[in-house]
């Protein structure tokens, strides 16, 4: 499969490069999730993009063909509780950290989907919007999607009343109405100004 980026450095041909991206930044609750994949020379992953540009059907039958193909791949989270102590931007660094160095099969070059890299020893660049860009980052997405994707199916059936199950935690109308009518569960995130107002509200 071609990859959709041109001018990035060329690397020899044995140089085992890893994609990394996280997903789960902007929802209310739930763990934020990162996962790292390196891709074999050649792989075939139809319709492989942007996890956000994907639908649930297509994002799962990727999953599983990413974890058939991969030289190497880690899933990792980070839970609401370390999110609410060291903010969303650190916490998805450090789930990318994490899902890297859980590689059974090390890289030699990180690619990091957004701005940032985090802090760690590898030779890496970070893209933004690199999950459209690059299919290793795609990949990585998809992975990481997924599996926080299903996480928050079973949690809907722990904390029912939330819908976890159909908005996977983000803000829609539905889940801000129901966050309003039973207060926050053990899985929101309190730091996030929503959950905070809605906490405020319950003390008064």
């Known amino acids: 499969m071609m990859q959709r980026v041109s001018t990035l450095p060329a690397h020899a041909a044995?140089?085992?490069i890893a994609g990394v991206d996280e997903a789960g930044r902007g929802p209310l609750a739930g763990a934020v999730y990162a996962a790292a994949v390196i891709l074999p020379a050649q792989y075939d992953l139809p319709g492989l993009n942007d996890s956000k540009k994907l639908g649930e059907a297509r994002r799962e039958r990727l999953f599983d063909l990413i974890l058939a193909q991969a030289v190497s791949f880690a899933i990792v989270s980070?839970?609401?509780a370390e999110i609410d102590r060291i903010n969303i931007l650190q916490a998805s660094l450090l789930a990318m950290k994490k899902a890297v160095t859980a590689l059974a099969t090390q890289p030699h070059f990180v690619y990091v989907d957004g701005k940032f890299?985090?802090?760690w020893h590898y030779q890496a660049t970070a893209l933004v919007q690199g999950d459209g860009r690059l299919d290793c980052i795609a990949a990585a997405s998809v992975l990481a999607?997924?599996?926080r994707d299903r996480v928050m199916v079973d949690l809907d059936q722990r904390y029912p009343g939330y819908g976890f199950a159909q908005h996977k935690g983000y803000p829609t109308r539905a889940?801000?109405?129901a966050l309003?009518?039973?207060g926050p569960c053990p899985e929101h995130r309190?730091?996030?100004a929503p959950v905070a107002r809605c906490l405020t509200a319950l003390n008064q």
């Open 190 to 192: 309190r730091s996030y």
């Open 14 to 16: 044995d140089t085992l």
């Open 117 to 119: 890299c985090p802090q």
């Open 78 to 80: 980070v839970d609401a």
């Open 175 to 177: 889940h801000m109405a």
């Open 180 to 182: 309003q009518q039973l």
């Open 145 to 147: 999607k997924v599996a």
